[in-house]
């Protein structure tokens, strides 16, 4: 029973169907300049906000428009009670992930963390060209095409294998170049971090232009004086923002392009703005072996809870060998493995990316990570296969190839991080091999699977037009909000110790740039700290949002469990999950974690 179960959480949370387009039809809702909510999913309410596709000339009368897909989670309480604290905006990261699917799944969870002596509606959108928005960054607009991509992809092996896999996987996806500078649509080329901010400033506008609405309603029903309403009409309207691994992206372009504009803003499982702004993609994996050892030292503390612990072990490193001779193993001769009318091998890149999912969220996926392997080490390589998440017969494309739901991650990702960074028109094959030794220096295990952002955009052609390149900094909070030039409240960085993409050392270096900033750090593995319930966390992201007050210089809170161990806070996370209460037992997210490139 633990494997079906176990099994079942990672197929979810690994992203293998967005949520939000089995129980909402976005398409029954006409985009408006201003936002008109209708019901949606079980007690959230969706717009589609129309914004200018090119904020260079947005008063471009005869140019196209983007159609952005917005979904919020009302306050437990009316806008009109005292406690009521605004909306909180929030990112799950990417690029290209959901903001839709993220909060029909978290929205919940987040708002039970902010949540304290203020109330708060929680809100996220999908960025330009990205799954319920529209028009969408979709390449191929063919699923069989996009299918033989990934397969022709996986068939060449990893890159660090030999440099003819580099330079063959190099020549793939300068293909893919083309294609996405050749096609159809144009949102491609509008799809930078600041046009997404830009976005942002507006939403942040028509929530204040609703709102001041709504409560002229209420004072014109009630007679009363109109007082309230023309303060709140002089002041600038401020985001409160909640952004997570390349959300932490979004957030500081916001800050940087608009300070004057940040009312409170949280960024977590931080990206190096400077890495990612030149296309570098050298600072991620500074800290991923530390977290894969501690998925076997969690597991040999777990004892029978993991499924790769042995009675007679004496320490992580006999289980950690156990795996390692199994890959060693799987390198030599890889498996056999049939499935329906399917051929196929599964390899030691396979495993090796199942356990780098398993990285991000290890209370609730080491343990999936370690049921899955044992099977695999005593020959059953099904639920590994199924993780695999590879395209299936060409019966299923049949009668239309055309995309049913959100499946060009990869060309969104792409169009966004590509977009953003520094050109490298002149980059060459000997320089990409360069790159990719330098990561396995920094992380052996899994440097093939990061090489793929600095891979496809080796490969990419489509340059925004709107690209802003720093400085990348805030000036000292004005805590009365008096000056519309300086934020209301410093930045508020958090990391876990232990990141296997985002590591600790870039919030530190980031919240140095951003006046007054402070990081706090939870003593956890794992991208971001939201799946690692934190009491201590949850307290002073409660108080930031609703006084702008950092915690102590160096505080360090630790988490309220550890993989492996019983858990009631995470049953009770997963409990405040939307997704759980409309009915899926699992409580999990089924969307991509964040910064998580493909799978």
Partial sequence: MRSAVQTGLLLAALGRRAVAADTFDWSSIQPSTSLNYTTCYEGLKCAKLSVPLDWLNPSNSTAARVSLAIVALPATVPETDPSFGGTIIVNPGGPGGSGVDFLVEDGALLQGIADGAKRYEILSFDPRGIAYSEPRADCFNDEFARAVFTLQLRAMGPVDESDEIARRQLALVGSFGRLCEEGEEDIRAYMSTSSVARDMVEIVDKIAELRSANTTATLKARGGPRRLQQRQEKEVARIQYWGFSYGTAIGNYFASMYPGRVGRMILEGVLDIHDYYGGLWEKNLQNTEDVYNIFFDTCFEGGSACALYK?????????????????????????????????????????????????????????????????????????????????????????????????????????????????????????????????????????????????????????????????????????????????????????????????????????????????????????????????????????????????????????????????????????????????????????????????
Avoid at 319 to 343: C, K, M, W
Avoid at 431 to 449: G, M, R, W
Avoid at 517 to 522: E, H, Y
Avoid at 581 to 587: H, I, K, N, Q, Y
Wanted: glycine fraction near 6%.
């Fill in 311 to 599: 009675p007679n072990d004496t320490s992580s490193g006999d289980i950690h060998d156990r795996v390692s001779a199994f890959l060693d193993q799987l390198q030599a001769s890889p498996a056999e493995y049939l499935s329906g009318q399917n051929t196929d091998e599964i390899t030691r890149q396979d495993v090796r990316n199942l356990i780098f999912s398993g990285l991000y969220q290890p209370i609730q996926l080491f343990p999936s990570v370690a049921t899955i392997i044992a099977e695999a080490m005593a020959g059953n390589y099904t639920n590994l296969y199924l993780n695999l998440n590879l395209p299936q017969s060409a019966t299923s494309y049949c009668p239309s190839s055309l995309p049913q739901s959100y499946t060009w991650t990869r060309d969104a990702l792409l169009s966004v991080a590509c977009g953003d960074a520094v050109p490298r028109p002149d980059a060459t094959t000997a320089e990409f091999i360069a790159y990719v030794k330098e990561l396995e220096e920094q992380s052996p295990d899994f440097a093939a699977y990061w090489t793929q952002v600095r891979l496809g955009c080796d490969g990419w052609r489509v340059r925004p037009s709107f690209r802003f390149a720093g400085p990348w900094t805030t000036p000292a909070a004005d805590a009365s909000g008096n000056d519309t030039t300086k934020p209301e409240a410093p930045i508020f960085f958090v990391s876990s110790q232990h990141d296997p993409v985002t590591p600790h050392a870039n919030a530190v270096a980031m919240a140095k740039e951003h006046t007054g900033s402070r990081v706090l750090t939870q003593n956890s593995a794992g991208h971001c700290t939201l799946m690692t319930p934190g009491t201590c966390r949850d307290a002073y992201v409660a108080n930031y949002f609703a006084t702008g007050e950092l915690p102590p210089d160096g505080t360090v809170c630790q988490p309220d469990c550890k993989p492996f161990q019983d858990c009631p806070q995470a049953s009770q996370a997963k409990k405040r999950s939307l997704h759980a209460r409309s009915g899926d037992t699992l409580g999990l997210p089924s969307r991509k974690a964040p910064l998580h490139l493909f799978g």
